[in-house]
């Protein structure tokens, strides 16, 4: 595979993890974020994120202080000129997403493969916008990158077999498991998931069960690693409520519709887990269910 570079547009929840994995396999890694105090959050991000692995044995000190080593940021898009290719991964918005790859486009070179971590909306309306259709893929991580295992691999009808086959190596090479998938929005696993954590919220509203018993009846009831509140928490309130209307304008299928306590929590700015605040109070030692 001749990838070597690896620009990451965004350092939040997921742009961090993915250039955590690309550095750890060894590719050179530039991170793109707005401004310097987006730089210093997604850094500490990385630092404590390698520092667990460490802590857990799953690397040594030597390969985190190398993996971060290779790591550099920027605030300049134009920097990311050089890569071998481009991982977005900023706010789910097509708006802000096209913006981005309209400038990319402009400055990258002939070989340079762009791919977007969309949750839900179609990586075709991002190719499209661009002079590089062919090189353009869906590169689906998943949260918490380092330790989620799956990649979904996406390509669009225009998405050339070269391009696809270089991005399925890639997320081979930074240790995931690829799955391939068409270009329907939700691909495989939101398809699934997204619809589950709009159902808990809908059941809420309704009054069947508390957050706590909720998220108790799913992770001892089925032997899910965590509820669907503490999830949505985990995913960002503010990206499930994105990923949700997406989905709807697509399908315009009740399930994926934004249910109207989602849309209050986001008018709040309780953006879960990364704000502090979601369904859950996450600043104690232990999260606390705040009342709705
Ligand atoms: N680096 C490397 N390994 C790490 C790590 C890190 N930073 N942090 C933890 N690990 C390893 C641990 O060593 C442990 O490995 P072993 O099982 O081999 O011991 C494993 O990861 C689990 O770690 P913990 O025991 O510390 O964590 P936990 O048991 O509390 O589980 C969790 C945490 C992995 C997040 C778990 O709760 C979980 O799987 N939750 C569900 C996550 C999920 O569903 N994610 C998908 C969200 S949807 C999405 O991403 C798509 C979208 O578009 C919205
Ligand atoms: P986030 O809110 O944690 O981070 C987004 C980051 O992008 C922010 O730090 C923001 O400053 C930055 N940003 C915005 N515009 C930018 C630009 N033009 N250039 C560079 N950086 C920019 O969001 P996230 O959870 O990391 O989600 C990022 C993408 O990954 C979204 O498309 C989301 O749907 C997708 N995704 C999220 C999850 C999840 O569980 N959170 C899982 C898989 C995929």
Not at 74 to 97: F, N, P, R
Not at 174 to 198: E, Q, T
Request: glycine share 8%; hydrophobic share 40%; with cysteine.
């Amino acid at each position: 595979m001749d990838i070597e570079s690896v620009g990451i547009a965004g350092c939040g929840l997921m742009g961090s993890g993915i250039a955590e994995v690309a550095a750890k396999a060894g590719f050179d890694v530039l991170v793109r974020e707005v401004d310097e105090g987006l730089i210093e959050a997604g850094r500490r991000r990385i630092e404590k994120s390698l520092g667990k692995a460490v802590e857990k044995e799953k690397l040594s000190a030597e390969d985190r202080d190398a993996a971060l080593e290779r790591i550099s940021f920027t605030t300049e898009l134009e920097d990311l000129a050089g890569c071998d290719l481009v991982v977005e991964a900023i706010v789910e918005s097509l708006e802000a997403k096209n913006e981005l790859f309209e400038v990319l486009d402009g400055v990258c070179g002939e070989k340079t493969i762009f791919a977007t971590n969309t949750s839900s909306l179609t990586v075709t309306d991002m190719a499209a916008a661009t002079s590089r259709p062919d090189r353009f893929v869906g590169l689906h991580f998943f949260n918490p990158v380092p330790v989620m295992k799956l990649v979904e691999v996406v390509r669009t009808i225009a998405t050339s077999r070269e391009t696809f086959d270089r991005a399925y190596a890639f997320a081979q090479a930074v240790g995931k498991v690829p799955i391939a998938a068409k270009d329907s929005s939700g691909f495989v696993v939101n398809l699934l998931l997204v619809p589950y954590m709009l159902d808990a919220i809908r059941q809420l509203e309704h009054g069947v069960a508390t957050v706590e018993d909720i998220d108790t009846g799913m992770t001892l009831g089925c032997g899910y690693p965590m509820g669907p509140f503490a999830l949505s928490d985990f995913v960002g309130i503010d990206t499930l409520y994105r990923i949700s209307e997406i989905m709807y304008e697509e399908y315009r299928e009740e399930r994926y519709a934004p249910p109207p306590l989602l849309k209050r929590i986001v008018a709040m700015g309780r953006y879960g887990r990364k704000s502090g605040k979601g369904f859950y109070d996450w600043s104690g030692e232990k999260p606390v269910a705040l009342p709705l």
